[in-house]
């Protein structure tokens, strides 16, 4: 496979999901006993020649894919809609702790783990929720403790050092204290490690918080604008458009001033938004050091928007493939910033970037 075979497979693994043997399945619950966990949250995360991808195998509409994640002989492979066959690596489960970070941390590839300590969030209302996402706040649910959060990171550290650290999750009360929360686990993990620690959250109020995200160990930035046109934001994210399209990029300008370019990214949804947009916004993004990343939106059970089209792969590849040559025009390498966008395995633009 060349480079654009294998980005078109990504491409249709990350819109569709992965339809999974019952059998394979079955085997596979045996040592990971998420493995079948519905949502964005616990997608499965994989290696397929050469590239991370991260795929859904829980949804409704991974039933229907056209891929099948099937296994001969010990090893797994993805088969896809012409019958070919691909051989695909599932990454190492963690070791375990006896801590909180069991059911929290996750590999999404060999040297990054993503864990969400937080479940809760402010938007999550009636009326307020975004409408793409799959995260359900229950009564009950609270969020992990940061010293718990620290403790458990401390305790798989000691294990294994080999992995960086994406923190994430939904908007703890309000974006300040979202950022004060993750700022208390990050400051605990510099007790113990010097590992880059990348860190998604919606833009805080005060943006001298941006920099003390910065100067309890932060490595880079998340703040995801999602939609671009500010009108079509507010109806599909009717709580989080109270944060206007002015403060997204007051705050990737100061994000950019404190880290520098290539350390502050922004994830834009395809298939829920105009890809015209999307590409535009991108140009935007760039001009001033920010990353964008684009992920498909698919149609989990859990969210508003179950009912629609997941994104295109066609669509997402047009995108993609015009987002890498503005990358590359720029200067801005995903590689630039540790994390998700490192990673790669939600998106296209490690691929892009590097396409001839």
């Known amino acids: 496979m060349n480079c654009k075979d294998i980005a078109k497979l990504k491409a249709g693994l990350l819109c569709y999901g992965v339809n999974v043997d019952k059998e394979v399945g079955q085997n596979l619950l045996k040592s990971r006993p998420y493995f079948y966990d519905k949502g964005f949250v616990h997608a499965i995360n994989a290696n397929i020649l050469g590239s991370n991808v991260c795929f859904s195998v829980a949804e409704q ?91 458990g990171l401390k305790a798989l550290f000691a294990i294994t050092d080999r992995y960086s650290v994406n923190l994430g999750g939904g908007t703890h009360k309000n974006p300040d204290e979202m950022a004060k929360y993750l700022i208390e686990i990050i400051e605990g993990i510099r007790t113990f490690s010097d590992t880059p620690v990348s860190v998604e959250l919606a833009p805080p109020s005060d943006m001298e918080l941006i920099a003390k995200l910065k100067k309890a160990g932060a490595s880079s930035l998340i703040m995801n604008l999602e939609v671009a046109n500010p009108e079509l934001r507010k109806e599909i994210c009717p709580g989080k458009s109270s944060i206007s399209y002015e403060h997204y990029y007051e705050c990737y300008k100061r994000g950019v001033e404190v880290f520098g370019k290539g350390r502050i990214s922004c994830v834009l949804i395809a298939g829920i938004q105009p890809k015209e947009d999307i590409v535009s916004e991108c140009e935007k993004l760039t001009d001033i050091g920010v990353i ?3 992920i498909p939106f698919k149609a989990m059970d859990n969210c508003f928007f179950r009912d629609r089209k997941n994104c295109n792969r066609e669509d997402l590849l047009w995108i993609s493939e015009r987002v890498g040559a503005i990358l590359r025009q720029k200067g801005l390498s995903p590689q630039m910033q540790e994390g998700c966008t490192k990673c790669g395995g939600c998106s296209l633009e490690t691929n892009y970037y590097t396409a001839e």
Do not use: M
Not at 82 to 103: C, K, M, S
């Open 61 to 151: 509409f991974s039933t229907v894919s056209p891929y099948h994640l099937r296994s001969a002989e010990g090893k797994f492979f993805v088969e896809d809609e012409n019958g070919e066959r691909v051989p695909i690596a599932l990454f190492d489960d963690l070791p375990r702790t006896g801590t909180v970070i069991d059911e929290l941390a996750r590999p999404h590839s060999n040297h990054v783990i993503s864990l969400w300590p937080s479940l809760v969030c402010c938007y999550d209302r009636p009326g307020k929720k975004c409408k793409f996402c799959s995260i359900e706040t229950t009564p009950t649910q609270t969020v992990v403790p940061a010293q718990e959060v620290v403790e």
């Open 292 to 294: 964008p990343t684009i």
